[in-house]
Nanobody
C-alpha cells in the first residue's frame, strides 16, 4: 500500500500563487507516477497534472498548462504542484493520486490506485 498526504491548500486572491505538496509513504518503490486531480461539488473529478516517478516526464490539462508546474523530490517521496496566476475557476478540492502502472489514459481517475484525503484551494476574485 501507498499512503498519500497532501498539504499547502488555502485561500488566495486571483493572480496569486500556492504550492501543494504530497508526501508518499509505504511501498513507494512501486509507484510509477503521481498526479493531481481536483473536484468541485458540481463537477466530476478532473485531471490536473501527472509526473512519472522515473525520468520525470510530465503531462498537464490544457486548463492549467503554462500556469501550474508539477515536480518531484525522489529522495523525500514528495510531489509538488506549483500553482501560479490562479483564477477563481481553480477553486476546488485538490487530490494527490498515485499509480503503480502505466495508465491507459493519464486523465482517468480510476487508473490511479492510491489517493490522498484532499486539500481545499479557494481563489477569490
Amino acid at each position: 500500500q501507498v499512503q498519500l498526504v497532501e498539504s499547502g491548500g488555502g485561500l488566495v486572491q486571483a493572480g496569486g500563487s500556492l504550492r501543494l505538496s504530497c508526501a508518499a509513504s509505504g511501498r513507494t518503490f512501486s509507484v510509477y507516477a503521481m498526479g493531481w486531480f481536483r473536484q468541485t461539488p458540481r463537477k466530476e473529478r478532473e485531471f490536473v497534472a501527472v509526473i512519472r516517478w522515473s525520468g520525470g516526464s510530465t503531462f498537464y490539462a490544457d486548463s492549467v498548462k503554462g500556469r501550474f508546474t508539477i515536480s518531484r523530490d525522489n529522495a523525500n517521496n514528495t510531489v509538488y504542484l506549483q500553482m501560479n496566476s490562479l483564477k477563481p475557476e481553480d477553486t476546488a478540492v485538490y487530490y494527490c493520486a498515485a499509480t503503480s502502472r502505466l495508465p491507459r489514459l493519464w486523465v482517468i481517475p480510476n487508473e490511479y490506485e492510491y489517493w490522498g484525503q484532499g486539500t481545499q484551494v479557494t481563489v477569490s476574485s
